[in-house]
């Protein structure tokens, strides 16, 4: 048992031996061998996974050039000029106060005003701001393909500081009209227009805010703040979204030094299509009117008079004879709600009366002290206002 034990182990150990010469020597004679060489190569680098093709980025992932290409030739660049009136030296005085080191020398030459313009429909009507073309002489549009017009002013509204003009053109670019009520602060907006008259030009940003209002521009505010860079001549140009549709009308910046700081305002593209709607079907803008001068509720007031409400719009005086004061206010109300609708401020105010036609009976919610009232109004149609808004 012994010598069988002895020569087993002598059997295995040649047998290893001889296993280890071969795999040190010629590794190829042990098929499975070449099995386990090969495995760990194809999990090195895996041949479904070319370097090239993993490593190559889509075509300019962050590009608006698509909106701006599709906006851009509808956005015109507009030139006012205006006779200049005066002939004294005081006269060119003011004018190189304002116009700098460009005004013109010699008396009587025209002042020129600079600013955008927008196409909205085929017919050539080009919307624009009220300040851009207001007491101009002579109106020129000039589009972003070179063709040159003289415009028609079809109508203007000062008080929420739109034109409309016409040029007589054909195949002219037309934009597209987005839904401005859809806008969110963050969203990605476009503002494309003629800044100091270098060429057209593009900027982009953010939406800062929406329902912007009591900035003293125009009577009726609704304004979307934007970081997008408007600068002088920008005013009237389009403010777009990511898409290339019209969501606004760029209108004023806020700025000390007359360029952009970050914060410009437009006016809501839907808003600016009902004044287009209303000055070409009518040639002005009919809004209704009850003949009082409202102001924002504060705390003090509610405080003092001890009122049971906290939202609302206080009356500080009533027009004589005028809607409201035929119906039964006083200086003192608290307007809640306009035919059902609440009111938390003057802008609200504002513009529910405004939408009313005139004539229309309407019912307003008052709050007279510890008294609930419910008045009804018998709309006027708002008297025009002129005003030129800078």
């Given amino acids: 048992m012994r010598k069988l034990w002895l020569l087993f182990a002598q059997a295995v150990t040649v047998a290893l031996g001889a296993l280890l ?3 040190t020597l010629k590794p190829q004679w042990l098929p499975r061998a070449a099995e386990r060489n090969a495995a760990p190569a194809a999990a090195t680098v895996p041949a479904a996974a ?3 093709a993993v490593a190559a980025p889509s075509a300019a992932p962050h590009s608006y050039h698509a909106a701006a290409q599709r906006a851009a030739p509808a956005v015109v660049s507009i030139v006012a000029s205006k006779a200049q009136r005066g002939r004294g030296e005081q006269t060119d005085e003011w004018f190189r106060f304002f116009f700098g080191n460009n005004a013109p020398q010699a008396r009587g030459r025209p002042q020129v005003g600079l600013g955008s313009g927008v196409i909205v429909s085929a017919e ?3 919307l624009t701001n009220n300040h851009v073309v207001a007491g101009a002489d002579e109106i020129d549009v000039l589009l972003a393909d070179g063709r040159e017009a003289r415009a028609k002013v079809i109508g203007t509204d000062p008080e929420t500081d739109l034109a409309v003009l016409k040029i007589s053109l054909d195949r002219v670019p037309v934009i597209e009209f987005g839904q401005a009520q859809n806008l969110q602060v963050g969203d990605v907006v476009l503002a494309i227009g003629n800044p100091f008259n270098v060429g057209q030009t593009v900027t982009s940003g953010i939406v800062s805010a929406l329902g912007r209002n009591r900035l003293g521009l125009s009577t009726f505010e609704n304004f979307i703040q934007t970081d997008a ?3 002088p001549g920008n005013s009237g140009g389009a403010l777009v979204d990511s898409a290339g549709r019209l969501v606004g009308i760029n209108t004023a910046i806020f700025s000390r030094s007359g360029g952009s700081m970050g914060i410009g ?3 809501p593209a839907d808003a600016a299509q009902q004044v287009l709607t209303s000055l070409v079907r009518d040639g002005k803008v009919t809004r209704g009117w009850i003949g009082v001068e409202p ?3 504060t705390a003090d007031f509610v405080q003092a ?3 049971p409400v906290s939202i609302g719009v206080l009356i500080t005086s009533v027009v004589v004879d005028g809607p409201a004061a035929n119906a039964g206010m006083r200086p003192g109300d608290v307007v809640l709600r306009v035919q059902g609708t609440t009111v938390a401020n003057t802008a609200q105010l504002m513009a529910a009366v405004a939408a009313l036609p005139p004539r229309a009976q309407a019912r307003l919610d008052v709050q007279r002290g510890e008294r609930a ?4 109004v018998t709309v006027a149609q708002r008297p025009p206002v002129q005003r030129q808004v800078r």
């Fill in 295 to 297: 102001r924002d509720l």
């Fill in 50 to 52: 070319p370097p090239l």
């Fill in 21 to 23: 010469v071969v795999q």
């Fill in 265 to 267: 305002f437009a006016i």
């Fill in 373 to 376: 009232l419910e008045l009804q």
């Fill in 124 to 126: 050539g009507l080009v």
């Fill in 305 to 307: 008079f001890k009122l």
């Fill in 229 to 231: 860079a408007i600068n």
